[in-house]
T-cell receptor, first 109, second 114 residues
């Protein structure tokens, strides 16, 4: 069965410090992985997807198939990064999405 | 472009009452999703439509929940009768059938059952 695990419900870092939000997955196949973000009083929105290999707002995420992980990283956290972050997995058809339980990131000024 | 529109944003009802949520997806998006989000949890899929066909409703509690997507555009999610445990945020999302895999979410409908 497909599953997305985010082990940290809460994460606090100081401004300027590196941040890593962990995501592990289980899926019998080759999934696509995503990070979605929800800022305060805003709707859930896509942050980045692994197939794009892009850096959005300074965040990157590398898919590690051996460790079945897709951790989100940023070298220098900013206050505006404070938000809820959800790791998500998409199945074979590309239209099945499964979300993790989310990590609430707080960047301390 | 208004994005995915949901209504109502907030609804408070007493248990055993019926409730309905409406969703208007982004124009041209074939796929529509209803997700349930409990406090402190991630979104959990209730039902997925491709055009007007429900292609994944395995997680929809069919004894009290129903959904429809007439004409493959707007969708309605209904609960009858509501129970205390149904208090949650109901999220609607849409995407292209063969797109980049990005979901576009609405702002959600927060249900409180007293």
């Amino acid at each position: 069965a497909q599953r997305v695990t985010q082990p940290e419900k809460l994460l606090s870092v100081f401004k300027g410090a590196p941040v890593e939000l962990k995501c592990n997955y289980s899926y019998s196949g080759s999934p696509e992985l995503f990070w979605y973000v929800q800022y305060s009083r805003q709707r859930l929105q896509l942050l980045l997807r692994h197939i794009s290999r892009e850096s959005i707002k300074g965040f990157t995420a590398d898919l590690n198939k051996g460790e079945t992980s897709f951790h989100l990283k940023k070298p220098f956290a900013q206050e505006e990064d404070s938000a809820m972050y959800y790791c998500a997995l998409s199945g074979l058809t590309g239209n099945q999405f499964y979300f993790g339980t989310g990590t609430s990131l707080t960047v301390i000024p | 472009e208004a994005g995915v529109v949901q209504s109502p944003r907030y609804k408070i009802i007493e248990k055993k009452q019926p409730v309905a949520f409406w969703c208007n997806p982004i124009s041209g998006h074939n796929t529509l999703y209803w997700y349930l989000q409990n406090l402190g949890q991630g979104p959990e899929l209730l039902i997925r439509y491709e055009n007007e066909e429900a292609v994944d409703d395995s997680q929809l509690p069919k004894d009290r929940f129903s959904a429809e997507r007439l004409k493959g555009v707007d969708s309605t999610l209904k609960i009858q009768p509501a129970e205390l445990g149904d208090s949650a945020v109901y999220l609607c999302a849409s995407s292209y059938l063969t797109g980049t895999g990005e979901l576009f979410f609405g702002e959600g409908s927060r249900l409180t059952v007293l």
